[in-house]
Every structure is written in structure tokens, then in C-alpha cells.
């Protein structure tokens, strides 16, 4: 079993910085593969970006274009989002799976934080 748990969220203005958390808990979890997911009200949860324990590789959805930045140190996942727009706005969710590879799908997650809101003002 493994426990998530998201912090940094908040509330900023268009162009602003803000950097996400997650500390992660329980067995062998230095061995997952760590994924950042976002919902907006009324829209489907959406991957961010995801970093892979197996190669270190680091994958990031197709609207970030080069602003946000996933890393790890240990047991802690990181988002640095820079130049944030108000289209990001959502609640940004942590996820972790022992799987190698599909880490943008969601489906393939097994354990999921409570989320942290993030709010972008224009």
C-alpha cells in the first residue's frame, strides 16, 4: 500500500510560479513511477507529466510546452509549473504505478493523492 499526499497549491495570478509535492509513503515506494494528473470543474482528469523509476525518463502532456518541470528526490515528487495561465487552474492529483511504461494514461495508476487546488487568476 502506498500513500500520497499533496501540498503547494494556492491561489496566483496569470505568470506566476508555484511548486507541487508529493510525499509519498509505504512499501517499496522509491520503486514506483510518479505521475501528475489535473482536473478542471466539468472536464476529464488530465495527465501533466510523469517520471519513470525504471529510466529516469520524464514525460509531460502536450499543453505544458516547456513551463512545468517534474523531479524526485527519494520518496518526493515534485511539479515546478512556471508561467501558469488561467487554463490551469484545476486540482493537480499525484499518482503512482509500478507499471514501466503507459505512464500518461491514467488507467494504469494504482494509488492517487487527495489532490491540491490550484487557482490562476487572469
Known amino acids: 500500500q502506498v500513500q500520497l499526499v499533496e501540498s503547494g497549491g494556492g491561489l496566483l495570478q496569470s505568470g506566476g510560479s508555484l511548486r507541487l509535492s508529493c510525499a509519498a509513503s509505504?512499501?517499496?515506494?522509491?520503486?514506483?513511477?510518479m505521475g501528475w494528473f489535473r482536473q478542471a470543474p466539468g472536464k476529464e482528469r488530465e495527465f501533466v507529466a510523469a517520471?519513470?523509476?525504471?529510466?529516469?525518463n520524464t514525460y509531460y502532456g502536450d499543453f505544458v510546452e516547456g513551463r512545468f518541470t517534474i523531479s524526485r528526490e527519494g520518496a518526493t515528487v515534485y511539479l515546478q509549473m512556471n508561467d501558469l495561465k488561467p487554463e490551469d487552474t484545476a486540482v493537480y492529483y499525484c499518482?503512482?504505478?509500478?507499471?514501466?511504461?503507459?505512464?500518461?494514461?491514467?488507467?494504469?495508476?494504482?494509488?492517487w493523492g487527495q489532490g491540491t487546488q490550484v487557482t490562476v487568476s487572469s
Open positions: 517520471i519513470s523509476y525504471y529510466s529516469g
Open positions: 509505504g512499501r517499496a515506494v522509491s520503486r514506483y513511477s
Open positions: 499518482a503512482a504505478t509500478n507499471q514501466p511504461l503507459r505512464l500518461t494514461l491514467r488507467r494504469f495508476y494504482d494509488y
